[in-house]
């Protein structure tokens, strides 16, 4: 899978850029504020619709205009597919070889993209949400039929939220209506936990030998952390546990107002050498470990697409020294993935990558391609 060229009208700094992009390894050189991650960002909401940035919608169109728009070509194997999202400030509109499609389920995985960012840090050091969150986009990528159970599951958890503040303020509610809503809820949930599971579980099979090809330390793992604990991830003992803590808590649920038990509460710890790395890692082992874990997710999309993902890596050398920086690049230059990389200068790179890949300098809004 690659993306072949990128269009952008009153997109953030540029009022209109068409790009082509080269098969392997394309990289933006440019000053700070100049664009270079604003390439990435669009590309990021032609795969995923929004942004990974947070909360920046309304931003991404360029001031004074009323709306933007977002196209490109994807090429798989010999499927050439045309996809484009124009925002406004209060819509969105999808369109797959220019047909509008109104459900994101129809449009998303056309374009799969595994992005790392300097904020990514945030996965180490930040709340269970913005971990849970990296899971649900790359599963999301992944599986329609996830994206469709995970949208089910938060209207399921809305509504019974929704339910239990009814009960706490009338005692002659009925509750078998929240017994209905719990059972479905239930369902749903032994669904994601299942298939989050099974990813950390690959990601297992691989991070450490990408973290000590980088590092040249050994012991980096990832555990994953439930609010409720299940002997194994069967369907029926995932029920059965989620059945009794939901009948056991019903009362504290009450008083809360919310459902407090489920995979929306999950979380997963990096742990090096049988440490917590939030607490016993320094950054340059921090940043290195979330490297390791989006490239530990590269074989997981071609064992389940049978499509290598474009990589967008956005300043990814700084507090990476030589070393490392060379060894990265070593991992990431294979026939096969497209590499979309930003940093500020090209100096303490091996040539050889640079000779080998496709150039462009960035300067206020302006790509120029050596």
């Known amino acids: ?35 270079k991650t604003n390439i990435l960002e669009s590309i990021t909401i032609l795969a995923l619709t929004k942004s990974h940035r947070v909360g920046v919608s309304p931003n991404i169109i360029m001031f004074g205009k009323e709306k933007c728009k977002i196209s490109g070509t994807v090429k798989k194997d010999k499927i050439t597919t045309k996809l484009c999202v124009d925002i406004s400030e209060d819509t969105k509109q999808l369109s797959v070889n220019q047909t509008s499609t109104k459900r994101v389920i129809d449009y998303i995985s056309h374009l799969n993209v595994i992005i790392f960012t300097p904020d990514d840090l945030e996965i180490v050091k930040g709340s269970p949400n913005v971990r849970r969150n990296l899971l649900n986009i790359q599963l999301c990528q992944l599986s329609k039929e996830y994206l469709k159970t995970y949208n089910e599951y938060n209207k399921l958890l809305k509504t019974r939220n929704e339910y239990l503040k009814i009960l706490f303020n009338n005692s002659i509610a009925d509750t078998n209506y929240l017994d209905v809503i719990t059972d479905k809820l239930i369902d749903k949930a ?3 936990y299942q298939k989050r ?10 991070i450490n030998q990408y973290f000590k090809d980088i590092s040249e330390d050994d012991g980096l793992s990832i555990q ?29 649920e009450l008083n809360y107002g919310m459902t407090i038990y489920g995979p929306h509460r999950d979380d997963f710890i990096f742990y090096f050498q049988g440490n917590d790395l939030k607490f016993f890692g320094s950054q340059g082992q921090q940043k290195v470990a979330i490297l390791s874990f989006k490239l530990a997710e590269i074989p997981i999309f071609n064992e389940m697409t049978g499509q290598y993902p474009v990589l967008l890596l956005d300043d990814i050398f700084s507090e990476l020294d030589i070393k490392k920086r060379n060894r990265l690049l070593k991992m990431i230059n294979i026939d096969g993935i497209q590499s ?16 080998n890949a496709d150039v462009y300098f960035v300067n206020n809004g302006s790509v120029e391609r050596r």
């Open 190 to 192: 032994i669904f994601i």
């Open 197 to 206: 599971k099974e990813y950390i579980d690959f990601i297992n099979l691989h």
């Open 224 to 252: 994953y952390l439930t609010n409720v604990t299940f002997d194994d991830y069967e369907y029926e003992t995932i029920r059965k546990k989620l059945k009794h803590t939901f009948k056991k808590n019903y009362l504290k």
């Open 340 to 355: 979309i990389i930003t940093t500020t200068d090209l100096r303490n790179i091996n040539k050889k990558y640079i000779e």
């Open 1 to 35: 899978m690659k993306i072949h060229n990128l269009g952008l009208v009153n997109f953030r700094n540029y009022s209109k850029l068409n790009l082509s992009f080269g098969p392997n390894m394309n990289i933006f050189v440019g000053n700070n504020a100049q664009g």
